[in-house]
């Protein structure tokens, strides 16, 4: 337990970022357990906001990029650098996904030339890559939903629009209003954005893995898989192993939800070391959550709810 | 509250843009350039729409396009418009406000016969355009006689043909299965068609505007109309579509000088992004 301070550099930014804690872990493998999306972040940007420097309106606007970068860096440096992971096909193959490696991918995307603005007559025009939130609400029907994704602002005439803030049916009723000129400069922009993010697999880097990818676009479905993959321990053996830190060697479990998950994982193995050092066997639920085998799958949940390694393309 | 007046503003600009941003258009019918307001996108939405329509004489694009046409005239009476002025508008509308460029896409047959390297091909519409305005094509209205009757033929307006495509559509059956049905409907069209270019009709001393006759009481005057005469509407109408076709076809010159000819779409693709 202690007060070591991270150096996190996301594009714009050096973010100082406490260590993430056994806490905060069970609460984000809670969230995890489910399906829900806006759950998962809020309780994810609750724990930004309680480690990091980051007000909660800079949390809620970091780009998805940004917002990625900060998990990524979280993972690596309180719980490990390497996931463990399966294919989910006939073959089930082992892999591991190296995170400083995919940490490189995603700080090489030079994705700034891609927002240079523009202007379409009278109307200039600034973009922005989306939050995780606002691609969680993309509704692929509503193209006005998709293309506005990119917009930061319009400028015409002195009138400044902010597109971040602005609700579904106002974005609808201005795109009525927009020239098709425009429009079709937007949908354009917007369209190169996206096929050069869909070229984007995050497993790349591993030689003869050609055909399975882990894709970083705008497809919340395949945002949440590469969430679950960075927290991908058992929350059940999680529990199990504070009871037994605490019953068999007295660590309260105040002190251990307060360690790091790095930490907590020492603990574990250390007990594990003990017990067989005493011939004891060690208690059936003790699962050190590192490199073992909740972390050996893509799901670290159910047999039933398993998440395909091969991630789809956006629109 | 802010946010809110700032979209209202924009509103009501974007509004405002369309008298000043304008297109121009020469159309000439009328010898001279009419304005037009730029396509918006609730607009282009529209002609997008029309491409579910799975009639073969794509009325639901027609009427679409010559509505908006319409809407987007700026002092001008748009029914009086021809056909030919309505493609030059369709033309600038797509160069203006969508792309000034089109995308051909080649078939596999196309691409077969002609060693093609690429499926698809952009050219340049706005270079092909004004190639073809350069050559200063106009049509003139005819006359024809025989006998003692005589038609006087002009290119259709888009009041006629917005008038003549809807009673068409009502008075094909929407499938055909029969090969008796499908010889009616031929038979149908080709009479519509021929009708559109006919504005009226002289015998001895009787003129009848057939633009307003029912569209049952056309057909039988037409039947009944002297082959000589038919025949002139027909090389009228064939010269008009022969003389636009530099506009509405593009011609690709290969490598092997051998010439693939497209045709521009006449419906919702046109205006795809």
Do not use: W
């Not at chain 1, 829900?36 to 980051?54: A, E, F, K, P, R």
């Not at chain 1, 606002?134 to 015409?156: A, M, N, R």
């Not at chain 2, 493609?87 to 196309?110: A, G, H, P, Q, R």
């Not at chain 2, 006087?152 to 299965?177: F, G, M, Q, R, Y």
Request: charged content about 20%.
């Amino acid at each position: 337990m202690s007060n070591f301070l991270n150096e996190i550099k996301i594009n714009d930014k050096v973010v100082l970022c406490k260590e993430l804690k056994v806490k905060h872990y069970k609460i984000i493998l809670k969230c995890l357990l489910g399906n829900d999306v806006i759950l998962c972040l809020n309780n994810i940007n609750s724990i930004l906001l309680d480690i990091t420097n980051l007000t909660n309106i800079e949390i809620n606007k970091l780009n998805f990029i940004d917002y990625f970068l900060l998990l990524l860096e979280i993972r690596r440096n309180n719980i490990s650098n390497t996931i463990l992971a399966e294919t989910i096909d006939d073959k089930s193959t082992k892999i591991t996904i190296n995170i400083s490696k995919i940490i490189n991918i995603i700080q090489n995307i030079k994705y700034q030339h891609l927002l240079v603005p523009d202007n379409v007559d009278s109307f200039y025009i600034y973009y922005k890559l989306p939050t995780i939130r606002e691609i969680s609400y993309i509704e692929t029907d509503s193209l006005e939903t998709v293309y506005g994704l990119f917009l930061k602002e319009i400028i015409t005439n002195n009138i400044k629009i902010p597109f971040s803030n602005l609700k579904k049916n106002t974005l609808n009723e201005l795109f009525v209003y927009f020239p098709a000129k425009l429009t079709t400069h937007l949908v354009k922009r917007a369209e190169n954005i996206i096929s050069i993010f869909n070229d984007i697999n995050l497993l790349s880097y591993i030689p003869g893995l050609k055909d399975k990818h882990l894709m970083f676009n705008f497809n919340i479905n395949n945002l949440y898989l590469l969430i679950k993959l960075l927290f991908g321990d058992q929350l059940l053996s999680l529990y199990s192993n504070i009871f037994e830190l605490s019953k068999q060697i007295n660590m309260s479990p105040e002190y251990i939800e307060n360690c790091t998950p790095g930490e907590y994982g020492i603990f574990v193995k250390k007990l594990e070391a003990l017990n067989n050092d005493n011939n004891t066997q060690p208690s059936i639920d003790i699962q050190p959550n590192v490199n073992t085998k909740s972390t050996n799958s893509l799901n670290p949940y159910t047999n039933n709810e398993v998440p395909p390694i091969n991630s789809t393309p956006f629109m | 509250m802010f946010m809110s007046d700032n979209v209202k503003n924009l509103i009501e600009q974007l509004k405002a843009l369309d008298n000043d941003i304008s297109i121009q258009v020469f159309i000439p019918s009328l010898q001279k350039n009419i304005k037009f307001k730029q396509l918006t996108t609730e607009q282009l939405k529209r002609i997008l729409k029309t491409s579910v329509d799975t009639t073969v004489f794509n009325t639901l694009y027609n009427s679409t396009i010559n509505t908006i046409i319409a809407e987007n005239a700026i002092d001008c009476n748009t029914n009086k418009l021809t056909i030919f002025d309505k493609i030059l508008i369709v033309f600038k509308l797509k160069m203006e406000c969508i792309s000034s460029d089109f995308t051909f896409y080649f078939n596999e047959d196309e691409i077969k016969q002609n060693n093609l390297e690429d499926t698809f091909k952009t050219v340049s519409v706005l270079e092909h355009f004004n190639s073809f305005i350069e050559k200063q094509i106009n049509f003139k209205d005819e006359i024809f006689s025989f006998n003692n009757c005589t038609i006087s033929c002009s290119l259709p307006t888009i009041a006629t043909e917005n008038l003549l495509d809807v009673e068409l559509n009502k008075n094909i059956p929407a499938e055909v299965e029969t090969e008796e049905g499908l010889r009616n409907v031929i038979g149908i069209t080709f009479i519509n068609e021929i009708t559109k270019y006919i504005t009226s009709i002289k015998i001895n001393e009787t003129v009848v505007d057939l633009t307003i006759l029912p569209f049952n009481d056309r057909i039988k005057v037409i039947e009944n109309l002297p082959t000589a005469i038919i025949n002139n509407v027909i090389k009228y109408a064939e010269n008009y579509k022969n003389s636009i076709k530099d506009l509405v076809v593009y011609n690709f010159v290969l490598d092997t000088g051998a010439n693939l000819i497209k045709d521009f779409p006449t419906d919702a693709s046109f205006f795809n992004i």
